[in-house]
């Protein structure tokens, strides 16, 4: 499988307009994040290191959690790891 190009990701994310959450809103997405993956643990649903990269990644960038799915459906050819152009 390729590895996610987390750079890559990182500028288009960059070049992308929306509203970026605050350094307080990061920081409780950050706790409500990692109260997800506990519960993805849990249910034995464990992301791997790159996808938690990139979710931290883009924490990193201000997306706001509900964003990211959209993003990554928008910028990920279906069934791959690659950027579409």
């Known amino acids: 499988m390729a590895q ?3 750079e890559a990701l990182r500028g288009r994310i960059r070049q992308m307009e929306f509203e970026r959450g605050s350094p307080e809103q990061v920081a409780l997405w950050r ?7 506990a519960n ?9 290191t790159e996808e938690d990269a990139m ?7 201000g ?11 928008e ?5 791959t790891h690659q950027i579409a152009a």
């Open 31 to 37: 706790e409500d994040v990692a109260e997800s993956r």
């Open 55 to 61: 979710f931290a990644m883009m924490l990193d960038e």
């Open 63 to 73: 997306v706001p959690p509900a964003l990211m799915p959209s993003i990554i459906l």
């Open 4 to 6: 996610i190009d987390l």
């Open 75 to 79: 910028l990920y050819k279906p069934g």
């Open 40 to 48: 993805l643990a849990i249910e034995d649903m464990m992301p791997t």
